[in-house]
């Protein structure tokens, strides 16, 4: 059973510029939750899907807005990259409905803005 | 709001030795409290969980936590620590109000294990 993936590993973009970043949740599950975790910092909540509909947000801008397909995938989308953008993007899916309250993460993207 | 309080940004120990990472958290309703590890360049792995169950939790690679409502903490006890220990932990809330609920996280701690 594959549990959570995300693409790609890792990725350099430049200032002003967009990026996508691509999680698939563990089979069973139907929510994704995203996380930026910056160098030397625990990870901070940027949103969740589920039904394919942003469920909660955290306190980022506008410029991160995301997507979550029918077979419960899930992109974020970076726009006008900041050097402050730079740190390793964590996914992370759960059940909604069940009842363990784990949610399991993937290996993160890092992205480095130049 | 809920918030996460790691003391100890970087703790040391010796190989066999008691690992105690300290972990406070504030919350407004009955908290749900895990613990995860992340080892270099990997993603988060769940080391245990309180669900408002037995106040003492066990998870894997020996480590266990306290919940205790009355000093509002969570610490991670493991009695004898192994080389294969060394990494960050993270403490994490939840408002428990479905399985998908949001983590709020510390800062994290790091653990170094010494020969």
């Known amino acids: 059973d594959a549990g959570v993936t995300q693409s790609p590993t890792h990725l350099i973009k430049t200032r002003g510029q967009q990026v996508t970043l691509r999680c698939s949740p563990k089979?069973?599950?139907?929510?994704v939750s995203w996380y930026q975790q910056a160098l030397g910092q625990g990870p901070q909540f940027i949103f969740q899907?589920?039904?394919?509909?942003?469920?909660q947000r955290g306190n980022f801008p506008d410029r991160f807005s995301g997507h979550q397909f029918p077979n419960y995938s899930s992109e974020l989308n970076v726009n006008a990259l900041l050097l402050g953008d730079s740190a390793l993007y964590l996914c992370?899916?759960?059940?909604?409905?069940?009842?363990?309250?784990?949610?399991?993460f993937g290996p993160g993207t890092r992205l480095t803005v130049t | 709001a809920q918030s996460v309080t790691q003391l100890g940004s970087h703790v040391s120990v010796s190989e066999g030795a008691l690992v105690l990472l300290r972990c406070n958290y504030s919350?407004?309703?009955?908290?749900?409290l895990f613990w995860y590890v992340q080892y270099p360049n990997q993603g988060l792995q769940l080391l245990l969980k309180?669900?408002?169950?037995?106040?003492l939790v066990k998870g894997i690679n020996g480590f266990e936590a306290e919940f205790k409502k009355s000093e509002t903490s969570f610490h991670l006890t493991k009695p004898s620590a192994h080389m294969s220990d060394a990494a960050e932990y993270f403490c994490a809330v939840s408002d428990g109000e479905t399985s998908g609920s949001r983590l709020t996280f510390g800062e994290g701690t790091q653990l170094t294990v010494n020969p």
């Open positions: 899907y589920y039904e394919e509909e942003e469920r």
């Open positions: 089979s069973g599950h139907d929510t």
């Open positions: 919350s407004s309703v009955p908290p749900y």
């Open positions: 309180y669900t408002s169950a037995a106040t």
């Open positions: 992370a899916s759960s059940f909604l409905s069940g009842s363990s309250y784990e949610q399991y």
